[in-house]
């Protein structure tokens, strides 16, 4: 039996994949804007781990890691150093993968770009503005986390909570 933390009930559970055999591991991948260091290098070992190990129990694995190439801090280092975004991004994405390589990280199975689906992801923020769960203000769009009542259920954070400029500085209109 594999039993693995769940973030949601904060305690261990068994893992039972969805589709019998095979297990799909999703992980945030870096926003390439700067060199990759320990602190955030350690999740796409511990994923590598993780997919190493339940593959060596028989476990068809697919892990996921995107690349985030679009993105303010691309932005504001480009704009700081006279370079394109796109620039800054190629260079970072191959540090990254150059890094972690280094590292004997092995590549995920699938490693899209953020800039490979913007589309989508204008599509699906015009969805959640129509449907109330996000609003634009000043050219920026938040999420409502007030109109999603399981808002904070995984990270255990309550929306009364909440204090402004806790981790990024505030913006008006937000």
């Not at 700067?34 to 339940?54: E, Q, S």
């Not at 060596?56 to 801090?73: C, M, P, S, W």
Request: proline share 6%; net charge negative; hydrophobic share 40%.
């Amino acid at each position: 039996m594999i039993r693995l933390f769940n973030s949601l009930t904060q305690r261990k559970e068994e893992l039972v994949p969805r589709d019998d055999g095979k297990v799909g591991i999703y992980a945030c991948g870096p926003t390439v804007y700067n060199f990759v260091h320990v602190g955030n290098a350690r999740p796409y070992v511990v994923f590598a781990i993780l997919r190493a190990w339940l593959t060596a129990r028989g476990y068809q694995v697919v892990l996921v890691e995107n690349i985030t190439d679009v993105n303010d801090k691309i932005n504001a280092k480009a704009d700081a150093e006279g370079r394109s975004p796109v620039a800054i991004a190629a260079e970072f994405t191959q540090a990254y993968v150059d890094d972690t390589d280094r590292l004997g990280v092995p590549r995920p199975d699938v490693e899209p770009l953020a800039s490979e689906t913007i589309p989508e992801i204008i599509d699906l923020v015009c969805q959640l503005i129509v449907s109330g769960h996000a609003y634009e203000s000043q050219g920026s769009v938040y999420f409502r986390v007030r109109s999603f009542p399981e808002y904070g259920k995984l990270s255990g954070q309550r929306i009364d909570e909440l204090a402004e400029e806790t981790r990024v500085e505030a913006e008006p209109g937000k």
